[in-house]
C-alpha cells in the first residue's frame, strides 16, 4: 500500500517540475520574511529571481546549528507568531536548545508525511499503534501520534519509559505496530522475554524505528527478538521531525518525502555537492514549510543517496542507512571510529548480549578504546577461559575492521545502561581532563 500514489510514485520529471516551482516560493518567502536570510543572500550577490532550476539552488549558502542557536528562540521563523501554532525543541548539549515552529498546514503536511511512513510499515485503520516515543517537545511522539490518527488507526500515545506498562498494554490493547527508538525496542524485547508472555499473546507485526543510528544486525535482532518486520524511519526536528524519509518493504534504503524536502550530499570538508551513490553529508531544503522553513541544512549525518527505481513503485530517491554523524564519530589515535561500527562487529559474531557502549579515555597521551558489552546470565557464570576466549575473538575483529586495537571487557548483564529513548553509546572520559 502506498498512502498518497500520485504524490510518492511522481515521474521523476514531474516531480523535479514541483520541486523547483516549491523551492522558489521557499526562497521568496525567506528572503521577504527572514532577514538572517535575506542578508545572507545578499552578502553571496543572490535575490530569489536567480533561482531559474534545481541546480541553482547550489548557490545559496548552508544553514549550520549554529545559525539556528544565534537566532534563538524565533528569529528564523518565516510566519507571524500568530500563525504559529506549535513548537517543538531538541536540547542540545550545550547553548541555547534549538526551537522549531509550526503553522497549522506545516502541521497538516507533517501528519500527511507520518501518515506516509506507517503506511509504509502497513498501518491502516486496523491497526493499533503503540507511540513509545517521547511525547512533549521532542518531536517524536506527537509526530507519529497525528501520523496515526491520520491512518485512522488506534493510537496508544504511552510516551516513552514504563517498561512494564508498555508490555501490559501491548498485549491487553492487542497493538500491531511499535513506535520507539530502536534501542528501546530491544530493551521491550528483553523484557518481553523476562516475562515469559508467549508470543501468541500479542498481535505485534512492525516497527517503525528511528530517531538514533542502527545497524542491519540490529535489525535483524529486533526481528528476530519480536518476530515483526523492523522499518527505519528517519527525521530531525530542524527540518521538521520524524516523517523525512521511511523505509518501505523492499527496506533498501529510506525513500525521501521530495515533493516536501529537497535532499543532497556533499563533502563535509569542501562542502562541495557530491554525485548520486557517493557517500557524504546530508543537507536538506525544506520547499514546503511555512513557519520555519530551512535553506540547505547541514545534517552532520552520513548517508548516500540513490535514485534508481524501488521494486515498491515509489519514486523518490533513496537515502542509505544513516551510517553516523560526522560529530558522533570520535577520533582515537587518529582513526576516525562509529558507534555503529563497533555494533555491526558484535551482533554479527552473536556471541554476546546486544547491549554495548564505547569507553575512551586518555592514558598519557594515548588514546585508548575500551569496548564494554554484556553478556548472558549463562555465559556469565561460564569459565574464565571462555569468557577470554570471546574477548579475543571480538579484539580481533574490532581490530580488523577499524584498524585499530580496542580492549573488550565483558561485563555482567544488566550492567549497561538500557534506554528508553536515544542510547548514549560512548562515554568519552577525555573531555573530562
Ligand atoms: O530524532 C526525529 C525522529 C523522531 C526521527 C522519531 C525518527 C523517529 P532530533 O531529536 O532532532 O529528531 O534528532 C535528529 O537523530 O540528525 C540523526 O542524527 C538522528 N536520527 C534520526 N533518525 C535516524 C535514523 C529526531 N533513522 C537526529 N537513523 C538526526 C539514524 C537518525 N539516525
Known amino acids: 500500500m502506498i498512502w498518497n500514489r500520485p504524490m510518492?510514485?511522481?515521474?521523476r520529471a514531474d516531480l523535479e517540475?514541483?520541486?523547483?516551482?516549491?523551492?522558489?516560493k521557499t526562497v521568496e518567502r525567506v528572503y521577504h520574511n527572514v532577514p538572517a536570510y535575506r542578508e545572507k543572500m545578499q552578502a553571496a550577490g543572490l535575490t530569489p529571481m536567480d533561482m531559474q532550476s534545481l541546480e541553482d539552488l547550489r548557490r545559496l549558502p548552508f544553514t549550520v546549528k549554529q545559525d539556528l542557536r544565534d537566532h534563538y528562540p524565533f528569529g528564523l521563523f518565516a510566519s507571524p507568531m500568530r500563525d504559529i501554532v506549535r513548537l517543538h525543541a531538541s536540547s542540545?548539549?550545550?547553548?541555547?536548545?534549538?526551537?522549531?515552529?509550526?503553522?497549522?498546514?506545516?502541521?497538516?503536511?507533517?501528519?500527511?508525511?507520518?501518515?506516509?511512513?506507517?503506511?509504509?510499515?502497513?498501518?491502516?485503520a486496523d491497526s493499533v499503534v503503540q507511540v513509545g516515543y517521547g511525547y512533549g517537545l521532542f518531536t517524536g511522539g506527537l509526530g507519529a501520534h497525528y501520523g496515526a490518527e491520520k491512518v485512522g488507526a488506534t493510537v496508544v500515545p504511552i510516551s516513552g519509559g514504563n517498561?512494564?506498562?508498555?508490555?501490559?498494554?501491548?498485549?491487553?490493547?492487542?497493538?500491531?505496530i511499535l513506535a520507539c527508538t530502536p534501542s528501546y525496542a530491544l530493551f521491550l524485547a528483553e523484557t518481553l522475554q523476562e516475562s515469559g508472555i508467549?508470543?501468541?499473546?500479542?498481535?505485534?507485526?512492525?516497527?517503525?524505528?528511528?530517531?538514533?543510528?542502527?545497524?542491519?544486525?540490529?535489525?535483524?535482532?529486533?526481528?528476530?527478538?519480536?518476530?515483526?518486520?523492523a522499518i527505519d524511519i528517519y527525521g530531525l526536528s530542524e527540518v521538521m521531525g520524524p516523517g523525512v524519509a521511511s523505509e518501505c518493504p523492499v527496506k533498501n534504503g529510506l525513500h525521501i518525502f521530495e515533493d516536501h524536502f529537497i535532499p543532497e550530499i556533499i563533502d563535509p570538508v569542501t562542502e562541495e555537492p557530491l554525485p548520486y551513490g557517493e557517500k557524504g553529508e546530508?543537507?536538506?531544503?525544506?520547499?514546503?514549510?511555512?513557519?520555519?522553513?530551512?535553506?540547505?541544512?547541514?545534517?552532520?549525518?552520513?548517508?548516500?543517496?540513490?535514485?534508481?527505481?524501488?521494486?515498491?513503485?515509489?519514486?523518490?530517491?533513496?537515502?542509505?542507512?544513516v551510517s553516523g554523524r560526522t560529530d558522533d564519530m570520535v577520533i582515537i589515535r587518529g582513526v576516525n571510529v562509529f558507534p555503529s561500527q563497533v555494533e555491526s562487529v558484535l551482533l554479527s559474531l552473536g556471541l554476546t548480549e546486544p547491549h554495548y557502549v564505547l569507553v575512551i579515555d586518555r592514558v598519557g597521551t594515548l588514546d585508548t578504546l575500551e569496548v564494554w558489552v554484556e553478556v548472558s546470565e549463562k555465559m556469565f557464570s561460564d569459565e574464565i577461559r571462555s569468557m577470554e576466549r570471546i574477548e579475543r575473538t571480538i579484539q580481533r575483529e574490532l581490530e580488523s575492521l577499524l584498524g585499530l586495537t580496542a580492549r573488550v571487557r565483558l561485563v555482567e548483564p544488566k550492567s549497561i545502561e538500557r534506554s528508553e529513548g536515544k542510547a548514549k553509546r560512548v562515554i568519552d572520559r577525555r573531555k573530562l581532563s
Open 8 to 11: 510518492e510514485s511522481m515521474k
Open 282 to 321: 546530508l543537507v536538506f531544503t525544506t520547499i514546503t514549510k511555512e513557519g520555519f522553513p530551512v535553506i540547505r541544512y547541514r545534517t552532520r549525518d552520513i548517508s548516500v543517496l540513490h535514485v534508481e527505481p524501488c521494486a515498491c513503485g515509489r519514486t523518490h530517491v533513496r537515502m542509505s542507512k
Open 163 to 176: 517498561t512494564k506498562r508498555q508490555i501490559k498494554l501491548m498485549q491487553d490493547f492487542g497493538t500491531t
Open 92 to 124: 542540545g548539549t550545550t547553548g541555547n536548545p534549538i526551537v522549531v515552529g509550526y503553522t497549522r498546514r506545516d502541521l497538516d503536511n507533517w501528519s500527511e508525511l507520518m501518515a506516509r511512513t506507517l503506511t509504509c510499515a502497513g498501518a491502516n
Open 17 to 24: 517540475k514541483l520541486q523547483l516551482e516549491r523551492l522558489k
Open 198 to 229: 508467549p508470543r501468541d499473546k500479542l498481535r505485534l507485526k512492525a516497527g517503525i524505528f528511528g530517531a538514533e543510528p542502527w545497524t542491519e544486525e540490529m535489525r535483524r535482532e529486533l526481528e528476530y527478538r519480536l518476530q515483526i518486520t
